[in-house]
Every structure is written in C-alpha cells, then in structure tokens.
C-alpha cells in the first residue's frame, strides 16, 4: 500500500501542477534523492519525492485481532500496521525562482487539499484509508542533518508527514471451529 499511497499523491499533485501552470513539463518524480555519489537522483527541471522517514501510529493502534466467521470457521486477522511516512520534496532547478515558483505550488496544493479519502478522491484505494498531510518544520540542524543523511547538497525543499497509511496482512493470523457453545460447572466446597 506504499506505492499506492504515493503514487496516488504524486498523480494528484502532478494533475494540479499542469492545471496551474499549463504544461506538464515539471512533474513531481518518486525517486531518491541522491545517487550513491553524491548526484541528484532525479533529472533537473523536476521535483523529487522521497520517503525519508516511516513511523508506527501508535496513537491509532488496535491492540487485537479481528475475527470473523469464513465457511464455518473462525478466522482471526492481525490489526491494521498504521504508518505516518515523512516525505521530502526537492527542487531540483537550473533557476532558483522556479525552485521557489513549485515548492510554492506544492505548499498550496496540500494547503488546499490536506485530506485525502476514497470517498471524495476515486483514484484512491479505499484499502489505503484516509491520507492526511501535515506540513513539518525542521530548524536548521535538523535540516542540514537530513541533507547529510540523504548524502546530497541542500536544495529547496519541504518534508510533510502524511499519516495513517494502512497496511494489512491478507493471510489469517488463525483459523479455528467457531465458539459455539459455553458450559460451566460449579463446585461446593
């Protein structure tokens, strides 16, 4: 469900970027950010998405299985995994105004658009859940600590949390015969 979630962002914020622009030569591009040398991933006049950070929503966890009848059985099913993913959107432009022109762009697109369910988006799984993207502000230490972790010289760039990113294992966690009965015995003493 990773790739679909991102993929579906990339596609919505591609969309609103032709849509605002009017041409779609400039696209939102999942990638990494650096190469192993050091380059740019991703080809310039572009932006880069790149998942920099997964975390667990514990906040959201449930703590048991689902159980269901299936076929006269009793089926249990692991809890739903509930991620928030950090990603970083790189400007990678020959001009500095068009970094700043795009990243505006992506500011504004999830400032008008920070929720994302299947409900009001068809184009999204209804397995992936309800998407929410929060903008993330790092002070300058943080920031050049992600920059050297990404191994890349510092572009313009934004990182958001988008949270609530559902995974969930197809295969029962158990099968047994269904509870059908309850008996108890009392002893005097």
Not at 64 to 90: I, R
Not at 97 to 109: E, G, M, P, S, V
Not at 158 to 176: A, F, M, N
Request: with cysteine; proline share 5%; charged share 20%.
């Amino acid at each position: 469900m990773l790739d679909v979630a991102l993929k579906f962002l990339r596609d919505e914020i591609n969309a609103a970027l032709a849509l605002r622009t009017g041409s779609d030569a400039v696209k939102v591009l999942l990638t990494r950010i650096a190469e192993e040398t050091g380059k740019y991933a991703f080809a310039i006049d572009n932006i880069g998405c790149s998942v920099i950070n997964i975390e667990e929503e514990r906040v959201f966890k449930a703590q048991m299985p689902d159980y269901a009848t299936v076929n006269g059985q009793q089926v249990a099913t692991s809890p739903e995994l509930k991620l928030n993913l950090h990603l970083l959107f790189a400007a990678h432009f020959t001009h500095y105004d068009q970094a700043l022109k795009y990243l505006a762009l992506i500011l504004t697109f999830f400032q008008s658009h920070p929720v994302f369910t299947s409900d009001r988006y068809p184009a999204l799984a209804p397995a992936c859940g309800k998407l929410v993207a929060e903008l993330i502000s790092f002070n300058y230490e943080q920031l050049n600590q992600v920059w050297a972790y990404l191994g890349a010289k510092h572009l313009p760039s934004v990182v958001y949390r988008v949270r609530l990113v559902t995974l969930q294992e197809r295969e029962p966690s158990g099968i047994k015969p269904p509870l059908t009965s309850i008996a108890t015995t009392f002893h005097s003493r």
